[in-house]
C-alpha cells in the first residue's frame, strides 16, 4: 500500500497534535497504513529473553494507549510494538490542551497524564491478538501504569500483570512518567524494591511459562545515585530489561517553542541526556541486562548510537510523529549500512562498542 502520508502531513501539522494522532489512530484501525513489502535485513535480526526481533526499531508507549493498532503498526515495519502505558481504571488524563509541538527543535511535550480507557478492554484485546494464528512478526508489549487517585500504586501494577502477563511479550512497569503526580517517587531505592517485589510475585502466579520479560522504564532525569540504586534493585530482584528512557522534565538550551509548558519534554532535544543515562546502566549492569534505548531518535545514526551506547533494542515515538513512516525504513537501511561499514555481522555485537571493554555485553546475556 502507498504510504499517503507526505500528502496529508501539511494536513496533520495544522490539526493540534493530540487532533492529529487521533486521525492518524483512525486511519490504522481503517487499513490506511502502509504496509512493508521486503523482508528485513538479516543483519538487523537478533533474539532477546527468547523472542525474535526482525529488526531492533520499536515504537515507544504512549502512540497505541489502548491497543488498537498493533498489527497495522508491525506491518509497516517496526520491529516490536509497546502499548499502552494502560491504568486498571479508565481515565481521562490532565485537561486539554496538553501537548505541545517544537518542530524546529524536533521535540515535543506533553503532559497526557496517562489519559487511558482502562485495562479490561486492553486487555480483552490483547488476549483476542493473541488467539489468532496469523498476525504480523513482531513482539508487542504492555505498557502499565498507575491511576492518579489510586491508594496504592503497587496495586495497580498487579492488577495489571495478572491481566497481561498471559497475553502479550514483554511487561514494562512504567514509573518515570512525570505526569502524574508522585509516579516518579516510586524509583527510590526502597520504593522500587518493594513494588517490584509485589509485580514479580504477581508474574509468578500467571499462567505464562515461561515468565513474561518483565521491564521497567526509568526517568532521564536520574542522579548517578538513583543509577546505581535501580540497576542495583534490578540485578537483585532479576528483573529483565529496562528501558531508558521516558521523557524528561529539564528543559536544554536552545529550544525553541512553547516551552514554558509543563509536562515531559521527548524527540530529538532529549537524545544526549536520554543517552548518557543509557551508558551510565550500560557501565554499571555490564552487559548483566538487556537495555532498550528510547530518547530523541530519529535516523539510523541515532540508532546505532543508542546501540553503541549499550541499547540492544531501540524505541521512537516522537520522530515518528513528525516523519510519518517512511522513516521506519530510512531508520532500519542506515542502520543496517552502519552496522556494515564498522565490519558488524550483527546488532547485537555492536551493543556496547562505545564503552570501556569491561562494560559491554557479554555473549551469553540473552543474545544471538
Known sequence: MIDLYPLLRPLMMSLSPERAHGLALAGLKFGMGPQQRQPDD?????????????????????????????????????????????????????????????????????????????????????????????KPRGPVGANLGRNKESPDAG???????????????????????????????????????????RVLEARAASVRQPFTPLLVKVAPDLTHDDVEDIAAVTLELGVDGLIISNTTISRPEGLSGPVSETGGLSGRPLMSLATARLADFARIL?????????????????????????????????????????????????????????????????VGAALPAEARPVPSVGQE
Not at 486498571?88 to 496517562?114: C, D, H, V
Not at 539510523?300 to 521506519?328: C, H, M, W
Open 42 to 134: 538479516p543483519i538487523l535480526a537478533q533474539t532477546l529473553w527468547g523472542l525474535e526481533f526482525a529488526n531492533p526499531i520499536g515504537l515507544a508507549a504512549g502512540f497505541d494507549k489502548d491497543a488498537e493498532v498493533m498489527d497495522p503498526l508491525l506491518q509497516m515495519g517496526f520491529g516490536f510494538v509497546e502499548a499502552g502505558s494502560v491504568t486498571p481504571l479508565p481515565q481521562p488524563g490532565n485537561p486539554r490542551p496538553r501537548m505541545f509541538r517544537l518542530p524546529a527543535s524536533g521535540g515535543l511535550i506533553n503532559r497526557m497524564g496517562f489519559n487511558s480507557k482502562g485495562l479490561k478492554e486492553f486487555a480483552r484485546r490483547l488476549e483476542a491478538r493473541f488467539g489468532q494464528e496469523e
Open 155 to 197: 496495586s495497580d501494577y498487579v492488577q495489571g500483570v495478572r491481566a497481561v502477563a498471559a497475553f502479550c511479550d514483554y511487561i514494562v512497569v512504567n514509573v518515570s512518567s512525570p505526569n502524574t503526580p508522585g509516579l516518579r517517587a516510586l524509583q527510590g531505592r526502597a520504593e522500587l524494591k518493594a513494588l517490584l517485589e
Open 286 to 350: 555490564k552487559g548483566r541486562v538487556p537495555l532498550v534505548g528510547a530518547g530523541g531518535v530519529a535516523s539510523g545514526a541515532d540508532a546505532y548510537e543508542k546501540i553503541r551506547n549499550g541499547a540492544s533494542l531501540v524505541q521512537l515515538y516522537t520522530a515518528f510523529a513528525y516523519g510519518g513512516p517512511a522513516l521506519i525504513g530510512r531508520i532500519k537501511t542506515e542502520l543496517a549500512a552502519l552496522l556494515r561499514a564498522d565490519g558488524y555481522s550483527s546488532v547485537a555485537a555492536a
